[in-house]
């Protein structure tokens, strides 16, 4: 089946706003966590700034929450065109090693860094007063250990010291098996939305839920065209559906809401809120985009389109790079103009590091992890 390209641009777009969003962490903490950090800009305007809807623009949870509602878009939009079982034994036998090989890539390069000494993230934290950056890479590094992470203990033991991004990829994981093990059980079934309603209320409060509400929404697309036809005539619906998904992607998940436009939806009973908001917005968006045209041909640009192509090894790469070649970037300009002058120096030079090593790692490592998955599949589970 064709991609469908528009999705590959809003994974690009999802993707660089994690890379905004942790240049901020480092940098900016205040922008982030909110009052009681320390702060760079005139008057403290961070804290402000922290809890407004202009969040969403370093929102990375709220990008993250985008990555897993595609993922069960996209696993099982394929199943719901064919209704073929083997598209779900190919595809649940090809995930661990889509996966494993880049994941395992991005730890080896971080090992190679702590061990020659490479990273310049605890200085950088110092100043920038980011307790989140003085926190990173402070172990004396692992040969064998790091080889373990990066196969082992990040999708199944919750361990990533060497890339600290790594901790969404057991939620991809597992989460993916969720997918699958939802298709095989109940994918032909003629009452399935007893089984979305019921898996809904079980991982409401956990990241699980974007998986299934991307799965529910490729449902309705292959399956449900008279009702979103509806929708898709409705534009003012359109218009309420992404107003309400960016407002709720915009909602703070590192400070508390007192004080802020978000107070009035500060619900306990909802356990870990931002999540829930954040994977409900991302939600909304995802129905919007599928019926808007005019956001199907902006996602669909060319730079967008680039940004999906290299998202995954851009994903897994940046963060090495920010806590080597960003912050000693960063810790040359500081005594030599105003801080946020180094900040925005030291982001716009790593932009094209990032995006060129990320090109030869998608190019050079995330594809032939592709190609070995299909291998796998083809070799030893294929049926004739």
């Known amino acids: 089946m064709r991609k469908i390209k528009y999705l590959d641009g809003l994974r690009g777009l999802a993707a660089f706003q994690v890379v905004f969003h942790h240049f901020i962490l480092a940098f900016f903490p205040a922008l982030f966590s909110g009052p009681g950090i320390p702060t760079h800009l005139a008057d403290g305007v961070e804290v402000s700034l922290s809890g407004s809807v202009l969040n969403l623009l370093w929102d990375g949870n709220f990008a993250v929450c985008i990555f897993f509602v595609l993922s069960g878009f ?12 083997e598209i779900i034994t190919a595809s649940a036998v090809k995930r661990y090693f889509r996966l494993a090989l880049p994941v395992a890539f991005s730890v080896l390069v971080a090992f190679v860094f702590l061990q020659f000494s490479l990273f310049y993230n605890n200085p950088a934290g110092i100043i920038s007063g980011s307790g989140w950056f003085l926190s990173l890479w402070n172990f004396k590094p692992n040969f064998f250990e790091a080889l373990s992470q990066g196969f082992i203990g990040a999708f199944f033991a919750n361990v990533f010291d060497y890339n600290k991004l790594l901790w969404t990829i057991a939620y991809e994981f597992l989460g ?3 997918v699958f093990s939802f298709l095989a059980i109940f994918g032909k079934a003629k009452n ?10 079980v991982f409401f409060q956990t990241y699980y839920l974007a998986f299934i509400l991307g799965v529910l929404l490729s449902d309705l697309i292959a399956n449900e065209k008279k009702l979103l036809q509806k929708f898709k005539s409705q534009k003012i619906w359109q218009v309420v559906f992404l107003l309400f998904g960016l407002l709720f992607g915009s909602f703070p998940i590192g400070r508390d809401l007192e004080g802020t436009i978000y107070a009035f939806a500060n619900f306990s009973w909802l356990g870990e809120q931002a999540v829930f908001y954040h994977v409900v917005g991302a939600f909304l968006v995802m129905i919007v985009l599928l019926e808007s045209r005019r956001l199907q041909h902006f996602f669909a640009s060319r730079v967008l389109l680039f ?12 963060f090495i790079i920010l806590g080597s070649f960003s912050s000693f970037v960063f810790l040359k300009l500081q005594p030599l103009m105003a801080y946020q002058y180094a900040v925005g120096w030291s982001f716009l030079l790593s932009l094209p590091i990032i995006f060129l090593v990320s090109y030869l790692a998608h190019i050079f490592i995330d594809k032939k992890a592709v190609n070995f998955s299909h291998f796998v599949y083809e070799k030893f589970f294929k049926q004739d």
Do not use: P, Q
């Open 74 to 85: 996209v696993l099982s939009h394929k199943f719901f065109i064919k209704k073929e079982t």
């Open 176 to 178: 993916s098996f969720l």
């Open 192 to 201: 399935r939305h007893l089984a979305y309603a019921f898996l809904i209320l």
């Open 307 to 318: 940004l999906g192509e290299i998202s995954f090894t851009m994903y897994l790469l940046h």
